[in-house]
């Protein structure tokens, strides 16, 4: 059995993380910065648009979900195969995930760009704001299998920790994106003033170039572990179908997640009749995810670290591994909670809505701040845990479950029954995610969530 790192001491785990998870935190920070950058440029342009671009980006979470769940069955394996050097079989694996992102693409681009107005209309039944988003969405539809390819790419960068290029290369297709929407958004140099089209454009752009600076820097390298001839991504049946096993309830739990999540916000879209509460609610979660970098960050060192161990059949060190992992989300919780606490008047100076409006972003970020805990927790044990040791349908029914039958109920009776206005309906909704770390708590403890997939 090979040398734990928990083995080597608190200080070379602690430097082990930091490797894995300070340029996955880096990477999410970038991509969370042009989405904050986005409701920024956009909202400037009315709290309709702002509005109109928040739910078109629903739909889209709706594909990338997807393909992220599927991901993130594949990574349960990927990891392992990694923690032994399995490099034949790790492309094999990336294989597997290129046919699905293609497979899934395709349909979801047709139908999201023939359906845009009724899609939008799920959300909010503001002409305005169904005509605005049908704009956004028509070009942003084009993003679908860009971007799927470009998550798969990333992802698996992150499973064999290598993320040093893709993440200089996200920086700089993000730096593209926000001169773009600034170019193409108010029509600057010349260029005519696109609105939410010209946001679209700009995202679409960049995706593009993104996706083109990976395959350039993976194929122009030497030994790559992903630089994989078309033979070599060629896998068997007996492989589809153990990933497959593994991967199906990770895709429907992340497929309903985001269905409920979607609803949810749907449901928001109610509380008035002009957008606001979207628009709010957009800005409360673009915010949110600024800080949500720092979990990333750790869940995915979380995720290597527990599936090398697990690979290598240390059991007892992928176990400990991730306790300090949960310690540091906890410090994480409290440092991240009081920052949003105290950005919040800085953050709604920036958007400079009317009073009431600027009155509802501070109590919506101050929810959002109070209830982070139980968000980041529960998120750290379903992805950052529980994955990486192949409990996958135990955390499909927690995480998918509860959303549905509780999270998206508790919305609604807030809503319609109560009618009370969002940050109150926020906080009722972040009742589920309590519960959930709660249950995963005692299922962390049980251990039954450890499983090993390489034969150590």
């Known amino acids: ?8 001491g608190n200080k070379a785990f602690y430097t082990e993380a930091l490797r894995i998870g300070f340029p996955i935190m880096i990477q999410q920070l970038i991509i969370f910065a042009v989405g904050l950058c986005d409701t920024i440029m956009v909202g400037k342009l009315s709290t309709q648009a702002l509005a109109a671009v928040g739910s078109a980006n629903q739909v889209t979470m709706v594909y990338l979900n997807t393909v992220f769940g599927f991901l993130s069955g594949v990574g349960v394996f990927t990891v392992q195969y990694w923690g032994i050097r399995d490099i034949k079989t790790l492309r094999k694996l990336l294989g597997v995930a290129y046919s699905v992102v ?14 845009s107005p009724q899609l939008i209309s799920v959300f909010s039944k503001d002409p305005e704001v169904v005509a605005l988003g049908t704009q956004y969405l028509r070009i942003a539809v084009f993003t679908f299998i860009l971007t799927g390819l470009t998550f798969t790419i990333s992802y698996n960068s992150r499973a064999i920790a290598m993320l040093k290029w893709p993440t200089v290369f996200n920086a700089v297709t993000v730096a593209l994106n926000i001169i773009l929407n600034w170019v193409l958004i108010f029509g600057k140099f010349g260029m005519p003033a696109m609105g939410v089209r010209g946001a679209a454009l700009a995202t679409l752009i960049s995706r593009v170039a993104e996706l083109l600076l990976l395959l350039i820097y993976i194929y122009m390298s030497k030994d790559h572990p992903l630089k994989a001839g078309l033979n070599e991504l060629r896998y068997e049946k007996e492989l589809l179908t153990r990933v497959v096993k593994t991967a199906y309830p990770v895709v429907l739990n992340e497929f309903l997640w985001i269905l409920s999540f979607t609803a949810v916000y749907a449901i928001y879209g109610h509380i008035d009749t002009d957008g606001t509460a979207l628009a709010v609610s957009q800005i409360s979660m673009t915010v949110s995810d600024i800080f949500m970098a720092i979990f990333c960050g750790i869940a995915n060192a979380c995720m290597v670290i527990v599936g090398q161990e697990l690979g290598r059949g240390n059991m007892e060190a992928a176990f400990l591994s991730a306790k300090k992992c949960l310690t540091l989300v906890w410090i994480a919780n409290i440092i991240c909670t009081a920052g949003l606490i105290m950005a919040r008047g800085f953050i709604v100076g920036i958007y400079d809505y009317d009073p009431a409006v600027n009155k509802m972003i501070m109590d919506t970020l101050l929810v959002s701040a109070l209830t982070m805990s139980p968000k980041m927790l529960s998120y750290t044990f379903i992805c950052g845990i529980l994955r990486p040791g192949g409990d996958t349908i135990w955390g499909f029914f927690v995480d998918a479950g509860l959303n549905w039958f509780l999270n998206v109920p508790l919305a609604f009776v807030s809503v319609y029954i109560l009618k009370w206005q969002l940050a109150p309906c926020m906080a009722m909704v972040a009742i589920g995610e309590l519960v959930k770390t709660i249950l995963s708590y005692r299922r962390f403890y049980s251990k039954k969530w450890m499983n090993i997939f390489t034969g150590r």
């Open 1 to 8: 059995m090979e040398e734990s790192i928990i083995s080597k």
């Open 102 to 115: 293609l497979a899934a693409g395709i349909p979801m681009t047709a139908l999201a760009f023939a359906f």
